[in-house]
């Protein structure tokens, strides 16, 4: 069974810094893309960042130059630095690992979200 376990999100100020950490564990034999999604009050989840296992990495307008994602493949993890907050970044945050397992093969696997609060 996989899990993929959140964690750092919290209140911050506007203009300050968060850092989130998604690890995911199970019966994993590959991970291919991992990413950060969120989801605002009454508004559907959008893509925040996407990372493949080579380090390509993607954005969403709204977060570039202020959010920078990693990840480490040995832990099978992926994080989210955010910088420059504003209260518009104000949700809640899930992971997403796109990976394969046996044997159930190649399915997209979400965690349970971690709520980030941008206020002053």
């Known amino acids: 069974q996989v899990q993929l376990v959140e964690s750092g999100g919290g209140l911050v100020q506007p203009g300050g810094s968060l850092s989130l950490s998604c690890a995911a564990s199970?019966?994993?034999?590959?991970?291919?893309?991992m990413g950060w999604y969120r989801q605002a009050p009454g508004k559907q989840r959008e893509l925040v960042a996407t990372i493949t296992s080579g380090g390509n990495t993607n954005y969403a307008d709204s977060v570039k130059g202020r959010f920078t994602i990693s990840r480490d493949n040995a832990k099978n993890t992926v994080n989210l630095q955010m910088n420059s907050l504003k209260p518009e970044d104000t949700a809640v945050y899930y992971c997403?690992?796109?990976?394969?397992?046996?044997?159930?093969?190649?399915?997209?696997?979400w965690g349970q979200g971690t709520q980030v609060t941008v206020s002053s």
């Open positions: 997403k690992a796109d990976l394969i397992t046996v044997p159930q093969g190649r399915k997209d696997y």
């Open positions: 199970g019966s994993i034999s590959n991970i291919n893309a």
